[in-house]
């Protein structure tokens, strides 16, 4: 099975997360700048909520690979909302891309909130998730 894993980060929270999901699945974690370079079966999309959006470079990904993207899988982390799925779907809609109803959140630090997560154990769980939906 083709697999990816791709994130957008600003402050690392992100990052730290879809590296610990890559290794978990015997890939490299990279960003969504990276693209896809061919058709790939699972995308884990890692992404993160500022000002209560999605950046614009998670929005180009979905729109530049939607033909390669075969199920779209969405992980993300915030600090308020409770998860990134909605405005994932909108954009996955838009562009006739398959997302899972299955998803993985967890809290980002934002200054003094949350602070250290995601933890080790989010990683493993997000990392856990990422396993289950392939299985
Ligand atoms: C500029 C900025 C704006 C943010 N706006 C929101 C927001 O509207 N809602 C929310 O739940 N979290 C918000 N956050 C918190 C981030 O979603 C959270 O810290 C996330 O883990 C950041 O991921 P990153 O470190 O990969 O960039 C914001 C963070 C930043 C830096």
């Known amino acids: 099975m083709t697999i990816a894993v791709r ?4 402050t690392g929270n992100t990052r730290r ?3 610990g999901v890559a290794a ?6 990279e960003s969504v700048e990276a693209g896809l370079s ?5 995308v884990f999309l890692c992404n993160s909520v500022y000002a209560a959006g999605v950046d614009d ?3 180009a990904f979905i729109a530049d690979n939607k033909d390669k993207i075969g199920t ?5 982390t915030a600090a308020l ?4 799925y909605k405005m994932v779907r909108k954009l996955a809609e838009e562009n006739g891309v398959t997302l899972s109803e299955k ?3 967890c809290r980002g630090q934002f200054g003094p909130l949350h602070a250290n997560r995601p933890t080790a154990a989010d990683i493993r769980n997000a990392a856990d998730f990422a396993k289950g939906v392939l299985v």
């Open 81 to 84: 909302l409770t998860s990134s």
């Open 24 to 29: 978990a699945l015997g890939v490299a974690a």
């Open 17 to 19: 997360l879809a590296e």
């Open 72 to 76: 779209l899988y969405n992980l993300s």
């Open 7 to 10: 994130y957008f980060t600003r």
């Open 103 to 105: 998803e993985f959140h």
């Open 57 to 59: 470079a998670v929005k």
């Open 38 to 42: 061919e058709k790939t079966e699972a």
